[in-house]
């Protein structure tokens, strides 16, 4: 079973913003990386300008996975919330572990790390640790789980302002 998704702020963004588009996957209790790049792919190469990944938990490894292999301009930036471990079976589940290795290069974009200190997918040290290896800013928002419906964070405005910050150094 991969990791649930629910309402996180980004949906609420994806909501409330027009210019917002969402990427669904077709398979959240086996997904496959191949699959999602594809779907990913499809999603960038129908904007009209440049976009703003905006991942969350296995989202991010998708997103720094597409960052880390595909031509740079199509993106301008990367918000990378709450990313799962998926290299470690004691923080996810075997189910996503198609996604590991993570690259541990520098992103090709300005890009944000959000993680909480108590998230049960990562540690602290190892969400600091991805944010170094991918040259991002890094911001750990206290014990906010995993930034997620359980979280309770609603729009999100601390989120929006991390977003603000990634948005005025692109």
């Known amino acids: 079973m991969a ?8 949906s609420y963004w994806s909501m409330a913003f027009p210019n917002a588009s969402r990427v ?4 959240w ?3 496959q990386l191949p699959d ?15 976009a703003v990944l905006i991942a969350h938990s296995l989202g991010v490894a998708l997103a720094v996975h597409w960052l880390a292999t595909r ?10 919330v709450a990313p799962s471990d998926v290299e470690l079976a004691d923080h996810t589940p075997d189910e996503i572990r198609n996604f590991a290795p993570l690259p541990r290069t520098a992103l090709p974009v300005p890009s944000i790390v959000i993680a909480s200190s108590n998230d049960p997918y990562v ?3 190892r969400a600091n640790a991805f944010a170094a290896s991918w040259e991002s800013g890094f911001c750990d928002v206290g014990e906010l789980g995993h930034l ?3 979280s309770r964070l609603g729009l999100w405005p601390q989120g929006l302002v991390l977003l603000g910050r990634l948005l005025a150094r692109g």
Do not use: F, H, M
Request: charged share 15%; aromatic share 2%.
């Open 3 to 10: 990791i649930p998704a629910s309402i996180t702020g980004q």
């Open 71 to 80: 031509p740079p301009g199509r993106v301008k930036g990367a918000l990378l």
């Open 29 to 31: 209790d086996t997904p």
């Open 36 to 50: 999602w790049l594809a779907r990913l792919d499809s999603a960038v190469a129908q904007g009209t300008r440049p």
């Open 123 to 125: 540690t602290p040290a």
């Open 148 to 150: 997620n419906g359980a």
């Open 24 to 27: 669904l996957q077709n398979d």
